[in-house]
């Protein structure tokens, strides 16, 4: 014969169950979060200046640097370096996620200026509408940092 004491226990326990909306069975487990999209560090138009180090004569020491940064493999941005007076079209080799994109680009105006396959990298910082902009080129080097900037 059950217990008396045990049976108001359960009863009890049944009761404040029944009162709180659960049950004696398990609860399930919480929902898992949906997963956040990936930060978007690269798109957009950008605006900057880079530092040059450089073994031709006459070189500048800086750079102006305007460059609109679209998601997608293969072609995925414009650029210009007014200050050479050069422009084209870069081609992402790397994952436009990847911690650095990775660029080649295509010199469409002043190539005598510009060589044509030079190597660009940006890197996001701390701050979201910034990024490091790295170039590497025949007899050239730029670092600088571009500020993302609003299109009207």
Known sequence: ??????????????????????SSEEAP???????????DHYTGHWRGLADI???????PSE??????IVQGGGQCGTFEYGSI????VWMCTSSYDA?????EERVRYGNERCPDGA?????????????????TGPQI??????ERVQTR
């Open 1 to 22: 014969m059950p217990n008396r004491r045990s049976s108001a226990a359960a009863s009890l326990l049944a009761l404040v169950l029944a009162a709180c909306g659960g």
């Open 29 to 39: 487990p919480p929902a898992t979060p949906a997963p956040q999209p990936a930060a």
């Open 53 to 59: 180090t450089s073994t031709v004569p006459d070189a």
């Open 63 to 68: 750079m102006g640097v305007e460059a609109t």
């Open 85 to 88: 007076a050069c422009s084209g």
């Open 99 to 103: 911690p650095t994109m990775r660029i």
């Open 119 to 135: 190597r660009v990298e940006l890197s996001p910082t701390d701050e979201p509408d910034q990024l490091l902009f790295r170039y």
């Open 141 to 146: 080097q730029a670092t600088g940092t571009l």
